[in-house]
Protein backbone atom coordinates (compact mmCIF):
# COMPACT_ATOMS: atom_id res chain seq x y z
CA UNK A 1 0.00 0.00 0.00
CA UNK A 2 1.40 2.76 -0.71
CA UNK A 3 1.69 6.64 0.86
CA UNK A 4 -1.65 8.03 -1.25
CA UNK A 5 -3.63 4.71 -0.02
CA UNK A 6 -2.50 5.17 3.17
CA UNK A 7 -4.03 8.76 3.20
CA UNK A 8 -6.76 8.02 1.30
CA UNK A 9 -8.03 5.09 3.90
CA UNK A 10 -6.86 7.52 6.95
CA UNK A 11 -9.24 10.52 5.59
CA UNK A 12 -12.02 7.67 5.34
CA UNK A 13 -12.00 7.78 9.24
CA UNK A 14 -11.79 11.08 10.20
CA UNK A 15 -15.41 12.05 11.54
CA UNK A 16 -17.72 14.02 9.04
CA UNK A 17 -18.02 18.23 10.39
CA UNK A 18 -20.76 19.66 8.71
CA UNK A 19 -20.49 22.85 8.16
CA UNK A 20 -20.53 25.47 10.82
CA UNK A 21 -20.40 29.30 10.64
CA UNK A 22 -17.90 31.01 8.86
CA UNK A 23 -14.53 32.30 10.33
CA UNK A 24 -13.44 35.92 10.21
CA UNK A 25 -10.14 34.67 9.15
CA UNK A 26 -8.45 31.74 8.14
CA UNK A 27 -4.70 31.10 7.86
CA UNK A 28 -3.00 28.03 6.25
CA UNK A 29 0.76 27.60 6.22
CA UNK A 30 3.33 25.12 4.96
CA UNK A 31 5.75 23.38 7.89
CA UNK A 32 9.10 22.03 7.16
CA UNK A 33 6.72 18.10 7.27
CA UNK A 34 5.63 18.93 3.91
CA UNK A 35 2.10 19.10 6.06
CA UNK A 36 0.23 22.58 7.02
CA UNK A 37 -1.22 24.11 9.98
CA UNK A 38 -4.31 25.84 9.68
CA UNK A 39 -6.32 28.49 11.80
CA UNK A 40 -9.62 29.85 12.35
CA UNK A 41 -10.25 33.24 14.19
CA UNK A 42 -13.02 34.40 15.09
CA UNK A 43 -13.54 38.54 16.90
CA UNK A 44 -15.86 40.06 18.98
CA UNK A 45 -18.92 38.75 21.20
CA UNK A 46 -20.55 36.89 17.87
CA UNK A 47 -17.21 35.55 16.59
CA UNK A 48 -17.15 33.92 20.43
CA UNK A 49 -20.44 32.94 19.97
CA UNK A 50 -19.23 31.31 16.02
CA UNK A 51 -16.11 29.97 17.71
CA UNK A 52 -18.59 28.03 20.48
CA UNK A 53 -20.23 25.82 17.98
CA UNK A 54 -17.09 25.18 16.03
CA UNK A 55 -15.48 23.74 19.40
CA UNK A 56 -18.36 21.65 20.66
CA UNK A 57 -18.85 20.03 17.43
CA UNK A 58 -14.82 19.12 17.33
CA UNK A 59 -15.06 18.00 20.56
CA UNK A 60 -17.87 15.33 19.97
CA UNK A 61 -16.21 14.48 17.09
CA UNK A 62 -12.73 13.97 18.66
CA UNK A 63 -10.56 15.89 15.98
CA UNK A 64 -7.92 17.26 17.65
CA UNK A 65 -7.43 21.53 17.91
CA UNK A 66 -6.00 23.58 20.23
CA UNK A 67 -8.41 27.11 21.28
CA UNK A 68 -5.94 30.11 21.17
CA UNK A 69 -7.30 33.23 22.69
CA UNK A 70 -5.68 36.16 21.27
CA UNK A 71 -5.24 40.11 21.78
CA UNK A 72 -7.92 42.54 20.99
CA UNK A 73 -11.02 39.76 21.59
CA UNK A 74 -10.37 37.27 19.39
CA UNK A 75 -10.11 33.70 19.28
CA UNK A 76 -8.77 30.75 17.24
CA UNK A 77 -9.10 27.39 16.45
CA UNK A 78 -5.53 26.13 15.37
CA UNK A 79 -5.20 22.48 13.66
CA UNK A 80 -2.27 20.75 12.75
CA UNK A 81 -0.27 19.24 11.46
CA UNK A 82 -2.78 18.44 8.60
CA UNK A 83 -2.30 16.79 4.86
CA UNK A 84 -3.19 18.48 2.27
CA UNK A 85 -6.43 16.79 1.78
CA UNK A 86 -7.53 17.31 5.42
CA UNK A 87 -7.30 21.09 4.75
CA UNK A 88 -9.57 20.61 2.03
CA UNK A 89 -11.55 18.73 4.52
CA UNK A 90 -11.20 21.53 7.38
CA UNK A 91 -11.99 23.96 5.04
CA UNK A 92 -15.22 22.54 3.90
CA UNK A 93 -16.53 23.65 7.57
CA UNK A 94 -15.47 27.35 6.97
CA UNK A 95 -16.71 27.85 3.91
CA UNK A 96 -19.56 27.66 2.22
Do not use: C, N
Not at 20 to 38: E, M, N, R
Not at 65 to 75: H, I, S
Amino acid sequence: MGPEETEERRMETLPAHPPGPVADKLSIWPLDSGQYGLDATFQGRTGFERMEIHEEALRRSGIRFRLVQELGDAWTLRFGPLSAKEVTMALRSFVH
